[in-house]
């Protein structure tokens, strides 16, 4: 089990890793969750990062983003590329229209619940081929709503994704899951992470909050609402989390 990530490139590393797993053991629909705020700006450089490992020599790659601007911005960056750039287009334009039968690997960047629908329709153009979804946001209830359409669509489609590479900074803990390894939690203790449990489900909501408090001694629930509500201090956001990791 590889430890916890003592720097961004670290943490790609490992990510890039867990996808060559999925991969490599079959899987066709995997998404890659570094859930950091700063991440956000980063996206882009972050998803050139993933091309050498998804890339196979003579299969064209397409690398989407949600929308013209974004895909315009890319282009603009990377020049000239072994790969095609687009987007994943609307309903009016949809996503079907931007891609051709000779593609065979597609990387989504950042895709939102907005394109969700988008998302769906580009998984079943690919079929058997590999659509990798880099930092998706596509539960946002929201905008897909808590009805029996959301619930369908979670059924059908977003529950099939398999999270292949995830890391999220808690207050005082974190949870991971890499390929093939299960879900983790850990939990900051005396300034060193300790993994204190695994289980092949990802820990949400109160089955987190319970864990998390069940680890502290004494199991105080201060421990909960520090993870709901956290603070500026030793995990908060991307570079503090790095910095407690390197300690």
């Known amino acids: 089990m590889p430890e916890l990530p003592n720097s961004l490139e670290a943490a790609i590393e490992q990510a890039k890793q867990a996808t060559q797993a999925a991969l490599n053991d079959g899987y066709k629909l995997i998404q890659i969750e570094l859930v950091f705020p700063e991440i956000e700006l980063e996206a882009q450089s972050i998803a050139l990062e993933f091309i050498p490992v998804i890339q196979k020599p003579d299969s064209q790659l397409v690398v989407l983003f949600p929308d013209t601007g974004a895909a315009a911005l890319a282009r603009r960056d990377w020049g000239q590329t072994s790969f095609r750039v687009t987007d994943l287009g609307t309903s009016r334009s949809p996503v079907e229209t931007r891609l051709q039968p000779e593609d065979q690997q597609f990387l989504v960047v950042s895709p939102s619940a907005i394109e969700v629908a988008q998302m769906e329709k580009l998984s079943q153009f690919a079929g058997d081929r590999p659509v990798i979804l880099l930092n998706p946001k596509l539960e946002d209830i929201a905008i897909i709503g808590i009805g029996y359409a959301a619930r369908q669509l979670r059924e059908r489609f977003i529950k099939t994704i398999e999270s292949c590479y995830y890391l999220k900074s808690l207050e005082g803990a974190a949870l991971r899951r890499c390929y093939p390894s299960m879900w983790e939690v850990w ?61």
């Open 187 to 247: 939990l900051e203790v005396d300034g060193q992470y300790q993994l204190i449990t695994e289980q092949p489900t990802k820990p949400v909501g109160d089955e987190l909050d319970l864990i998390l408090a069940q680890a502290t001694p004494g199991g105080d629930s201060s421990v909960t609402q520090s993870v709901q509500r956290p603070k500026k201090g030793v995990l908060s956001g991307l570079q503090s989390f790095i910095r407690a990791l390197s300690r």
